[in-house]
């Protein structure tokens, strides 16, 4: 099972502190936006007497507060075509579970989520790895190199759209792209669509399961989540969404075999699925400008390549290292942590190597999370500056 590279460093992190050593996590997506009071005044007007489980696929109400989400953003999906899940992890993983069999595979586009690759390495199942290039905001290469990655026992191509690491946002045209594909090869769609509201600069993202791909909706699974929509990492409470009521039957089955995901947080969640469309206006204006700060403050340091994400909340930037002898990012990603401070304070990275199956890819890149304010964002860059200048100082 591999180490996350988003969460490996922690013992290290905890470690700066107990020195002392303010620590600027950007390794993680755990937004610092309140959570919408409603989510915590549902949970305390819970009035039953025994806390119970919950059905293995959902709250009923539940499902059709999210079914009733679903329809304001376009997408087709009723209470009976979702399974309720504990975040868009165990999503994910029942999606997969579901089509795949030991010694399968899917096709994904690297650098990916690297939760795809340890829920994978879980299943036995592999990653078909197609690279893409910071140079082209890491959008779909050629349709040639995606149909040359598919092979006899590829049973899907997964995406994250708006992409986490990348915060790419595919167009309308690559997803017709990718439908194409798995008409031809007989395969399904799993959209990752976690961030589907984080999109900016007048952009506009496409679900799978849109009016605008109708012709995909049999082979469309759909990965949600309420995690970063609503600043709610911690209720766990996520989605699979399908056509297929093959998906949803095996899905189900699964959801059996682990009871129920949590009753109170679903009930939370709910309550927040009729938010206004203002709400999701003002996160977008407040993760853009944090955008901004985090890029330009990138643009600004010799050497670097990183275009302008267009949604989630994530840069991946290539950094002017020479990954030999261990002066990659891992190692850069451990001396912020472990030897350098500027003032007292650090700043933590999710080193690149993790987020690819190709061995030797991502050594030169970080992925940077913008969930702080835009002050200590400001901070937190220039101290990504100082330490990479004393890094390559140390190292040379």
Known sequence: MPASPIRKLVPRADAARQRGTRV???????????????????????????????????????????????????????????????????????????????????????????????????????????????????????????????????????????????????????????????????????????????????????????????????????????????????ARVGALVSHDARVISSATRMAQARLSAATLEQVGAAALMDMPAGYYDDVRTEYQRRRDVVHGALGALPGVTCRRPEGAFYVFARLPLEPIDGRDSDAFATFLLDQFSDDGETVMVAPGAGFYATEGLGRDEIRLAYVLEADKLERAMTLLARGLSAFKSRSS
């Open 24 to 234: 600027y996590h950007l390794n993680i997506g755990q937004p610092d936006l309140p959570t919408p009071r409603g989510f915590f005044e549902a949970v305390r007007s819970f009035d039953a007497p025994v806390l119970e489980y919950a059905h293995s696929e959902g709250i009923l109400r539940v499902r059709e507060a999210m079914s009733r989400y679903y329809m304001t953003a376009g997408i087709a999906a009723d209470p009976a075509q979702m399974v309720v899940t504990t975040g868009g992890s165990e999503a994910l993983l029942f999606a997969l579970a579901a089509i795949t069999d030991p010694g399968d595979d899917v096709l994904v586009f690297e650098p990916y989520y690297t939760n795809y690759g340890g829920l994978g390495r879980m299943l036995g199942i592999g990653l078909a790895a197609v690279p893409t290039t910071a140079e082209t905001g890491y959008h779909l290469p050629p349709v040639d190199a995606i149909r040359r990655a598919v092979g006899p026992r590829t049973r899907a191509i997964l995406a994250c759209n708006p992409g986490n690491p990348t915060g790419t946002v595919l167009s309308l045209e690559e997803l017709r792209t990718l439908a194409a594909i798995a008409e031809e090869r007989d395969l399904y769609v799993i959209a990752d669509e976690v961030y589907r509201e984080f999109v900016y600069d007048g952009a506009r993202t496409y679900s799978v399961l849109g009016p605008e791909l109708e012709g995909l909706r049999q082979r469309a699974i759909v990965i949600d989540s309420v995690s970063k929509r609503f600043s709610l990492c911690g």
